[in-house]
């Protein structure tokens, strides 16, 4: 199977500022790298992801970097703002056979952005 | 597009109880469907994958006699927790995958699950 692991596991940032969060990933097979934002008592929501034959992806404030040799991605978001405070998760989907996938997911991040 | 819901969105149960939980793709047909479960302040954790036409493939360490899975039709899965325990309680969260093996999976808003 897939093991995903994220750091840091907090991260406080002031309003401007830009903030990154690490993952890395186990096994090569895996091809999709999504990340997730996800409110308390929400449901994660899809803010940017990136499949293994691209090395960089960006979406105005936000990008996110592949290595595919070193098996680790990152999400990056610049001028950070309050509304960005959230826990962040990124994921990793695993193709176990033809049309048989599933995602696993880091152990979050929890981002503060101070006005 | 690309809706998923789910229902109902918190249940309280006494212990030894089953407890049903339905997930829907609303406009679209989902060949494959996912159920995680989330404990407070912690990480999504895969339970099973369910593809369309076939039993779903349960994680390790997950019961699958606890944790029954029917993937009744491509836009409806049921998760029940049958002889539900204190220790079952928790958020579980379905999504939904519109092909087979496509990348990006819908969640639904979860269900918060409290076994008393």
């Known amino acids: 199977g897939e093991n995903v692991e994220q750091h840091p596991s907090t991260l406080s940032v002031q309003e401007g500022d830009s903030a990154v969060i690490k993952c890395t990933y186990s096994?090569?097979?895996?091809?999709?790298f999504p990340w997730y934002k996800q409110e308390l008592g929400k449901r994660p929501q899809l803010i940017i992801d990136?499949?293994?034959?691209?090395g960089e992806k960006k979406d105005q404030r936000i990008a996110v970097t592949l290595n595919k040799t070193a098996k680790h991605f990152s999400l990056h978001i610049t001028e950070t703002q309050p509304e960005d405070s959230a826990v962040y998760f990124c994921?990793?989907?695993?193709?176990?056979?033809?049309?048989?996938?599933?995602?696993?997911f880091g152990s979050g991040t929890k981002l503060n952005v101070k006005p | 597009g690309a809706v998923v819901s789910q229902h109902p969105s918190r249940v309280i149960c006494k212990s030894g109880t089953s407890v049903k939980i339905e997930c829907r793709s609303l406009?679209?047909?989902?060949?494959?469907m996912f159920w995680y479960r989330q404990f407070p302040k912690q990480s999504l954790m895969l339970m099973a994958t369910?593809?369309?036409?076939?039993?779903?493939?349960?994680e390790q360490g997950v019961e699958k006699d606890k944790f029954l899975i029917n993937h009744a039709s491509l836009t409806l899965s049921t998760l029940t927790v049958t002889s539900a325990h204190p220790e079952d309680s928790s958020f579980y969260i379905c999504?939904?995958?519109?092909?087979?093996?496509?990348?990006?999976?819908?969640f639904g808003p979860g269900t918060r699950l409290t076994v008393l």
């Open positions: 994921a990793a989907r695993y193709m176990g056979g033809y049309n048989f996938n599933k995602f696993y």
């Open positions: 990136i499949r293994s034959n691209v």
């Open positions: 369910s593809n369309e036409g076939s039993k779903a493939t349960y």
């Open positions: 096994d090569s097979a895996s091809n999709y």
């Open positions: 999504s939904a995958q519109q092909v087979k093996g496509y990348n990006e999976q819908f």
């Open positions: 406009d679209f047909q989902a060949t494959t």
